[in-house]
């Protein structure tokens, strides 16, 4: 039987379907329940956390498993929706699946039933009848699951209206998308306050979805013909934006038995956008050459730090929880050092984690440490400065070097990846990866990622530029979806023919080597010493220098005087001009040997004339 929509209709569903972490509440409807209750303080609106209830059902391990990782998250509800094309969509989910442990036992058609008994259950539960419309927030991992909720809503509640925004629909993917889910009302490009708010009060003053009139940032059914993209109606100041309502979240969480709650992670967020890319729009191209993460926000917004301070003091006493993840793309340059020393004058034990550039001055790092930061993801994407080059990153191997010393220093962990097979890289590229991987040893090893197209991305973009001979779809969509889907759609997720072949032969020997690192680094830290691998002691005239070995003995290497003050001045990396003139009394041929022995036992690194030396001090 066909859902009634009755009595009052001033309801609006926020909705977010699998697979996002589920230990954190949704930023985007924290944001977007914030603002609409703002803007109309009679609207009931309710923030559905579908991924919480579905993560609890089917238990926190197996959830998290499958969320890590986009086509196993993407081929359950895939199976779900195209039921009839469960082979090819079993295919993608077990290879996927290979290797990891939680998932070794799992029947695939056992966890597709069980969670759409879940899902269809959560829908059930709903009071959809009384909506004014369903708003699903769409990012990686959440599409297939979003378009599996989207229809079954739908053909039980046909009045209804659905509005879809998030990062997984921008420009080029919203084409042929109303004729291929024709159950989507509404898509919002870009951020979503203003266009969703405008869209909220239309229905509720015109009462039916047709007569809406052209609202910036929102397209529909007629416009999705116009070839040229919706325009972005953002929020001009993020001074505006209310702190994000979590409420729902914890109210879903408080229903779960004793057994089944945690303690989650608050999200929060300081900016939206990145400078790095509107700094570069006067460039060939913008940003770092993989990215598309910006493809909803038009330029760099921050919030000042006195709103920073108060939504996180407001959100961590309201919620008695001290974790804090910042979704932020990227810190502010100016404002970081005053929002952490303020967040840390809380005198509360938080616990943060953030991105990051590379170039962040070490005082900021040190007063975020001080704050609380205990996890960061930094763009370092690779230790070769030729191939940062290509990347467009802006940055050099000596400078990800330092950050990661940093780190070590300051006892943050650092997360971040190095970006292998990007198309274009080529010998020199590894070769200076594998000799300045030597350096990076007594650091905490960063993780590989293979390169994958994003679509907007200025690799994407521009394909040609980079050697790629055709961009398509992924090729795992047309397992998931249908041919006419699949062929007409254009997906977050890009593949392409060009130098993948050679790339992944090319790039064995730096894998090779990151995993021995991962294992040297383990087993060096394994047991009771946490001691930094490579570090220094200070005898005030002297130095001490300690460098732990993977089954060796320790070595130690003694500076005296004037070494010892060169070797303390390149705490951060410094030209050779600028270390004569810190030494004037010096001569360049006794520096510039000293340097080069320093070099060859692996206490500093040299760059272009730049060095930087390596061990951190030892913490009492
Ligand atoms: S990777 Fe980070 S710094 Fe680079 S363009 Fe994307 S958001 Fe900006």
Redesign the pocket.
């Known amino acids: 039987m066909k859902g009634e929509r009755t009595g009052q209709l001033e309801r609006v569903a926020l909705v977010s379907t699998p697979w996002p972490l589920y230990n954190r509440p949704s930023i985007q409807l924290g944001a977007l329940k914030a603002y609409l209750k703002a803007q109309f303080p009679e609207l009931k609106v309710q923030a559905l956390h579908v991924y919480l209830k579905v993560a609890e059902c089917i238990g926190y391990k197996l959830y998290r498993a499958i969320s890590e990782r986009t086509w196993l998250a993407e081929s359950v509800y895939a199976a779900l929706l195209f039921s009839e094309r469960t082979k090819e969509i079993e295919k993608v989910f077990y290879r996927e699946a290979r290797g990891k442990p939680h998932l070794r036992k799992i029947d695939f058609k056992t966890l597709t039933s069980h969670v759409r008994d879940v899902s269809d259950s959560f829908i059930n539960s709903v009071d959809w009848g009384h909506c004014r419309l369903a708003a699903f927030s769409i990012c990686l991992c959440q599409l297939t699951s979003s378009l599996y909720f989207i229809k079954r809503i739908k053909q039980k509640f046909p009045d209804l209206a659905i509005v879809i925004g998030g990062s997984m629909f921008a420009g080029d993917s919203t084409r042929n998308l109303f004729q291929v889910f024709p159950e989507i009302d509404f898509v919002v490009n870009g951020e979503g306050e203003l266009p969703l708010s405008q869209l909220v009060r239309h229905l509720i003053d015109s009462q039916s979805r047709e007569d809406i009139p052209p609202i910036p940032g929102v397209v529909t059914r007629n416009a999705a013909r116009d070839s040229t993209p919706a325009p972005f109606c953002q929020v001009e100041a993020l001074s505006s934006l209310p702190p994000p309502d979590y409420d729902d979240y914890f109210h879903m969480l408080k229903t779960f038995s004793p057994q089944k709650t945690f303690f989650p992670t608050v999200p929060a967020e300081i900016s939206r ?5 509107r700094q ?1 729009s006067a460039g060939k191209y ?3 050459a ?5 493809l909803q926000w038009d330029g760099y917004r921050s919030k000042s730090p006195i709103q920073v301070v108060s939504e996180i003091d407001h959100l961590t006493t309201k919620h008695k929880t001290l974790s804090v993840a910042f979704m932020d ?2 810190f502010p340059v100016k404002a970081s050092r005053e929002i952490f020393e303020q967040l840390g004058r809380l005198n509360k034990d938080f616990r943060f984690f953030g ?1 990051m ?1 590379a170039s962040t001055p070490r005082r900021v790092l040190e007063a975020m440490q001080a704050a609380g930061m205990h996890e960061v993801q930094i ?1 370092i ?1 690779a230790l070769s400065t030729r191939l940062l080059k290509k990347l ?3 940055t050099t191997a000596i400078q990800n070097l330092e950050i990661m010393k940093h780190c070590e220093d300051l006892g943050i962990a650092n997360v971040s990846n190095l970006i292998l097979h990007f198309p274009g890289s080529d010998h020199h590229d590894v070769e200076e990866t594998l000799q300045n991987l030597e350096f990076a040893l007594p650091f905490r090893p960063l993780r590989f990622v293979h390169f994958w197209l994003g679509l907007g991305s200025p690799v994407w973009q521009d394909s040609r530029a980079f050697g790629l001979r055709a961009v398509f779809n992924h090729p795992n969509y047309a397992a998931l979806f249908p041919p006419d889907i699949s062929r007409s759609m254009r997906f977050m997720i890009q593949a392409y023919r060009g130098d993948l072949g050679h790339q992944r032969k090319l790039w064995q020997p730096v894998k090779k080597k990151v995993r021995a690192w991962k294992k040297a680094y383990a087993e060096i830290h394994k047991g009771s010493s946490r001691s930094p691998i490579l570090s220094f002691r200070d005898g005030r005239d002297f130095l001490i220098i300690r460098q732990k070995r993977f089954k060796a003995e320790p070595l130690t290497h003694r500076l005296v005087g004037t070494s010892r003050t060169i070797y303390l001045f390149c705490q951060k990396h410094r030209s050779l001009k600028m270390i004569l003139a810190h030494f004037p009394g010096v001569a360049e041929d006794r520096i510039t040997p000293f340097l080069r022995m320093m070099v060859d036992k692996k206490l500093m690194f040299e760059e272009n004339g730049k060095y930087l030396s390596l061990a951190v001090p030892v913490r009492p």
């Open positions: 956008g990145c400078w790095w890319r570069q913008s940003g770092c993989f990215c598309n993460l910006n793309n990227l991105e550039r763009g994407e467009n990153k802006g």
